[in-house]
Each structure stands twice: as C-alpha cells, then as structure tokens.
C-alpha cells in the first residue's frame, strides 16, 4: 500500500520525507491557503523537488480548461511521471480524465463521495480514485463501506486505477485503509507521527534502556553535578538550605576527611519540626542519632547501585570515590535512565 503525506507546511514535508519511504505528497489549494501561500506555480516547483511523487489541483469549470491547466502546470518544468493532477469529479473532469491519461498524465479523480462517481473515474482511466472518509463520516454515510466497495470494483472488473483512503482524521481510520486493502492512503503528519506509537512498545522499550545502562554506565554518570554534602558541625538550618536550593531531597553529613557518617532528609526534617518545633532548626548537627548510610563506589556499575537499593531497602545511596563522598545516587535515578 502506497502511503502519502497530506500537507502543504514545508517544515513538516521537510521532516517527513526524511523518513525515506513515503511514496509522495498530496495537497489542495485549501492546505496552500491556510500556509498563507500566495505564489502557487513557485511551491509547486518547491514541493517537486521535495518529494518522489506530487499531487497538485487542476481546477477548470470545462473538460478543456481542466486540460489546458494541467498542460501549463506540465510546461512548468514539472516530471510528468512524477507529478498527478487532482481533479474534482465532474462530468466535465472525467471527460478531462480521459484525454489527459490518453497523453500520458497521471489523474486522481477526487472529492468522491458514491460508488456511482467512482465508477465513473475508473472507465475514464484515472490513475487514482479519491474517496473522502472523514469527510463523508461527518455527514453520517458508511464511508468505509464506500472505499470497500470501490476497492472490490477495481479487483472484479481489472480497473488500472489506485484506490485511495483520503480525509484520514485518526490511527483507526489507518487501520480501516489496511484492512480494507485499499491500493493507497494519504495521512496528514499529526496522525503519521501516531502511527508507530504504543504504550507497551514504549514501556518495553524503555526497560530495555533501563537495564541496558545498569550493565553499562558507572555510578559516577549518573549521579547529578552537584554533591549534597555538609559537614557534622553545621545546623539543621544550614542543611535545609542545601536542599531547598539543589532540588534535593537529603543531605550526606561527613567528617572533616569527607568521610560518611550520616543522611539528613527532608522526613527527618518534618517529623523533627513536628516534635520540637522551629527550634529544631538551629540545632547542630552532632546532635542528631546518625545512622552510616550505605555507599557505593563511583566507578561501578549502574547494576551496583540498583542491587542495593533493593538489599537495604534504602532510598538513597552515598556515591564514593575511595572512601570519599562525590555525590549522592536517589533511587528515582534509576527511573526512566538511558
């Protein structure tokens, strides 16, 4: 199934054919409105050179002014093997089908809206056939019966005409274009972009990172630049400042030689204020009951960290760097790490 990218914003084109495997672009004169695009001949040569295949409008009121449109489009310079011009079902626009694909154009009869006018542009030979889905779902019509149909018509009758699933408003209405077997479909980028999305592929995928860099990475990339550290002679005060102002959730009180002896955290802190009040907060930190936290080494790997979280059921680990404190690894670190 050939798929198309419905869109005339040049960043968002730019973007998606660096995919590498849509087979071409469709866009209306509505899409160039809305882009504030006032030079059309000038994008359509842009948009040419963007894209493997371009779907432009040739617009006329009469058989004659639909042909002569897209012969002056085609004197532009314009590949006519890459390049199918879009013309909306008519009497007069099948009739303009029918001589154009006699010289070689390639024509996607568009706006179809009943099985009646795309029988009509598969005898006139149109390369493509353009039912509008969510269009006619907003009028309350079966639409995908619609397209079903038209794809069983070409398939009986041997039809040399591409169905294509147009008016795509959301990932179903993909995976109604594959399961009907439609020949094409075209896609605006905001519902391309959905298309490869899935909750479970992303938390699989994410553990795959996660487990990859606990067998990779050392402790020591992982911990954050700043080493929340204070020494024993210093206030509770003094470390609630330290970690209000990095963002941390507790401290690791050392010795004179840097050495750990201790974590403050912000629970500690809490439960303290509810028992002694403010002045807790002056209180030095000698005085508090201080437990050794738990250490691992900077230059291990991630693996090391993560086994003893789980053995002692701790939230925080001291990073050393022998012996040294260099920082301090949360067990929310661990989360969502790539």
Not at 51 to 78: C, H, S, Y
């Amino acid at each position: 199934m050939e798929l198309y990218l419905d869109s005339a914003d040049i960043k968002e084109i730019e973007h998606a054919f660096k995919l590498g495997f849509l087979t071409g672009l469709t866009t209306t004169p509505t899409f160039m409105h809305r882009e504030g695009i006032t030079d059309v001949d000038a994008t359509i040569l842009k948009l040419a050179d963007m894209v493997p295949v371009l779907q432009i409008e040739a617009l006329g009121k009469t058989a004659e002014e639909i042909v002569t449109e897209a012969k002056r489009q085609d004197a532009l310079g314009l590949d006519r093997s890459k390049t199918v011009y879009k013309i909306p079902i008519s009497m007069e626009g099948v009739k303009a089908c029918k001589q154009l694909t006699d010289e070689g154009f390639l024509v996607n009869i568009h706006l179809v809206y009943t099985l009646q006018q795309a029988y009509m542009a598969m005898a006139a030979g149109a390369t493509y056939v353009c039912p509008l889905v969510g269009r006619l779902q907003d009028q309350g019509h079966d639409a995908l019966a619609l397209v079903e149909q038209c794809v069983e018509a070409v398939n009986y009758y041997g039809y040399n005409t591409k169905i294509m699933f147009s008016s795509v408003r959301n990932v179903e209405h993909v995976r109604n274009a594959i399961n009907i077997g439609v020949h094409t479909v075209t896609v605006p980028w905001k519902i391309m972009q959905q298309l490869t999305e899935n909750n479970f592929t992303t938390v699989g995928t994410n553990q795959f990172f996660e487990h990859t860099a606990l067998m990779t990475k050392t402790i020591g990339q992982c911990i954050r630049p700043q080493n929340p550290t204070i020494t024993v002679d210093k206030t509770v005060m003094d470390s609630l400042v330290i970690m209000s102002t990095g963002g941390f959730g507790a401290v690791t009180i050392v010795n004179n030689n840097s050495e750990p002896i201790g974590f403050f955290t912000d629970g500690d802190l809490r439960r303290q204020l509810e028992q002694q009040g403010e002045s807790f907060l002056q209180q030095s930190l000698s005085t508090l009951k201080l437990n050794k936290p738990h250490a691992v080494e900077a230059n291990n790997l991630l693996v090391e960290a993560s086994n003893a979280f789980s053995k002692h059921k701790v939230d925080q680990l001291v990073v050393t760097n022998n012996g040294k404190v260099v920082g301090m690894i949360d067990i929310q670190d661990l989360v969502g790490i790539d």
